[in-house]
């Protein structure tokens, strides 16, 4: 019985640490955070320099991947910066924006 609830005490102990623990972040997140945030903002839908609202796109994996890597218009290409799975990466990551 001791031993039950010195365990138990014990995760009582943790769970504000377990609490507090930030989300673990998705693989693409942080290249995303560091070249799309500035136009497409961090939920992907601020809009700035004409960036479209990536919640809206009807674009699926493979047309994210082309403008990613080639971009069109004023999106910069990312091809030459990022290596190929980054690039998946951050596609994969853009379409969990809601």
């Known amino acids: 019985m001791n031993l039950r609830l ?9 769970l504000p640490q377990l609490v507090s623990a930030a989300p673990p972040a998705l693989p693409g997140q942080a290249i995303f955070q560091k070249n799309c945030v500035r136009c497409h903002g961090a939920n992907g839908k601020r809009g700035l320099n004409g960036a479209h609202d990536l919640t809206k796109s009807n674009l699926n994996e493979f047309g994210r991947t082309y ?4 971009g069109m218009g004023k999106m910069p290409a990312f091809g030459k910066t990022l290596t ?5 990466q951050v596609v994969a990551y853009s379409l969990t924006l809601k």
């Open 84 to 88: 190929p799975a980054q690039v998946q």
């Open 6 to 14: 010195s365990v138990f005490l014990f995760l009582l102990a943790l």
């Open 67 to 70: 403008l990613v890597t080639n």
